[in-house]
């Protein structure tokens, strides 16, 4: 049968986490659509359209991943694309009660839309974006933890901002 | 693409949070092998023969779903039926701590087979096979926690143990 | 003995899991006052007075239950209302950690208040207060998960607000 | 209204962080029923007739509390003796898991009784019987701990056993 | 050997739960820094001077301790310092997960300097700078909390901001 | 000044996370006692002589560590051997609980003694002596998860009890 996944998340800028479980996720869905969220509300570091090309640009060479934003909510878009699948990358205990509310949530407003949870190898079990930001901030290498072209691109911007 | 999942357990008895969990799987996954590990250690309820039985009929009418036991590593069982995936339910946290430990010494054993995890509806969050023979033992309904076979048989075998 | 309880909050808005515990707490204290904190640091969704309005018409049935409002520390104010007990709701381990400072904290500031904690039924173990608003904000139904009052009045502010 | 409340438990022995729940319990409920769960499976260190008997000796000054002993199901035995509440101790996140899938399974069980949670004063965050049962047996000070006459029955009981 | 470490914070202000890691530190290492984190996107409620003037103040009586401010990653500055040890205290589970992924991050930076945790005495488990703050802010007696001189200032500062 | 630490143990096996922790400590105090604990209620894989004897020879390199074992209270043991610190691992949730509470005990009976945690890199993060002879015991390969001699020993010692 033909699984269509979405990959939801900020990728405020992608990791190699979130990379680590785009790659184990090709192997088994048909399709993934890595999703980003429209939030007006939050600041990110990187412009939505840059994150779209950071993550195009990274996912490139896979041919059964997309690239797409969406707003609302996320069981209406993933209905609207037809996916059965959300996945989700499970890192510790406090992504653990966040993720488990939403999962519950998402099973209340779309039965049809099961949420699939994947743990990233422990070589990436404290990486997080916010993490790796805070430590190019600081000057600090994120080497390995982040794709090369994210890399280039943290410098980069945070020169821009004035920080690095 | 064909993708096969074990669901791995000792299933002793199989709880409606199992079948939760397999009825979400089956969506998705074009077979499904309920796996119950035979240990020589433990001292289960219901024999693994029994067990096999329940599970059989209780999933009859999902044409690809089937039961089998295994011992040994599960990856290399995983690896023997050509699956891909091994799916596990995340219910509490005291479970996800286990199962994070094992999901990585999985992986490192078998890179190329994923630990899925899916959490069951709040409605069986609560529900253990271990809990549900406390509550059996202790003449306690569990209607609506266990299939009604499983219900009849924890009747019969707690009788034949002198204990309900 | 004749006993008075606190159940605080911000009740932005109440949901049914809070009426999970005001629905249990009645059959057990002679008086229980919903009080809701006066918080001038917080954007509420809906002004204390709205809140407080809310609170009232919906608990309207239960004689022994009234709403008022607070600020200064909740200890001092329970004990201007004769009150000898705090009650909470506990849903989940973030929850706990939060609520156990507090109460080792309360029980500090004042020794002859006891803090009890209430678990809400398992249908409510993933309902906030914060999450509804999320869920309402993107136009998801919210019904069953909030009074049909706060569901309409929900729609209504968020309409005042260009939101939904 | 008057409140009955069972405080289950095997208190194997009774330890000050019991009494610190027994002593706020005291000030709230009419009555309360110290109810030691008969269990075969379980080997204590004191006999169940023993415990029976430190407890009603630890709690003679109380004129509310009781001590019984039960078996069967905790809901079925407070049923029995018109209590409409069970108190329960939060200590750990690791009681936290627990009692909570107790908590919902009784809910279930008997919707019209109620599980209140207190937690212990923080000097006995870390005070279980187990853990003084461990220390006492390898001959560590136990005082302040336990009531006085716990510390002196616990010395008897391990000379008995050949221990300390 | 001699060991320097480095005891990181915000320390606004320093609490009792603090001190006891400090006074349980200048047994183990030959000198401890106090590193007061300069972060300029935080408000801190005392200015970054007052609270390095609080902190000489209050370990004045300590030879081996002194006090300091740092920006940038605090492995940078540890290792500018000579530092081989970085100590946390690790009081309570949300702690944990964050110090968990800090450790790990810094031992990916700085794989040559160690972060050492202490848990405080259990008085002080439930003691942190922001609870401290909510009460004195909220007329709160935080005697026993944080030492005699934070509680003067928290007082006159409280009142300079119109809150107490 | 001179700081001696006691490690202490099952050590059945010592895994890579044991050793990283012991490699890491051994940079930051001038004397590291390995101290097995005899425990005679427990069945262990390998007897307290071959324990020792491996952590013997897994250690030889390092010349402030040394092998032990005791019985009776940790605190008492430290104590005798001069020691001022504890060093402990924390690698996951359900070890913070019980460690913490131990943590507590101790600074009860010993005051003068600190227990300190370090955090093994995350490559061992899901690494225990549990799991390690779970997977031999089921024909996996623990390479790079234990000493290269205890991977030889598992092998033997499990031959000899006819289960690899």
């Given amino acids: 049968m033909k699984v269509i996944a979405v990959y939801p998340g900020t990728f ?38 840059e994150r779209m090309e950071i993550l195009s640009s990274v996912v490139a060479r896979l041919p059964n991943v997309r690239v797409e934003s969406f707003d609302g909510l996320l069981i209406d878009y993933a209905r609207s694309r037809g996916a059965r699948v959300i996945v989700r990358g499970l890192r510790a205990l406090s992504d653990f009660e966040y993720e488990y509310q939403m ?21 990436y079990s404290y990486v997080s974006s916010r993490l790796v930001k805070e430590v190019a901030r600081l000057g ?4 390995g933890l982040v ?7 943290l410098k980069r911007r945070l020169a821009v901002m004035g920080r690095a």
Avoid: Y
């Fill in 12 to 49: 405020d800028p992608i990791t190699n986490g979130h990379l680590d479980i785009i790659s184990r996720g090709v192997r088994l869905f048909d399709d993934i659509i890595l999703a980003i969220l429209r939030n007006p509300d939050k600041e990110p570091l990187f412009p939505l359209e």
């Fill in 103 to 123: 999962a519950l949530m998402n099973q209340r407003l779309g039965p049809d839309i099961d949420t699939f949870f994947m743990m990233p190898s422990e070589a």
């Fill in 140 to 143: 600090g290498d994120v080497t």
């Fill in 147 to 153: 794709p090369p072209e994210v890399e280039a691109r």
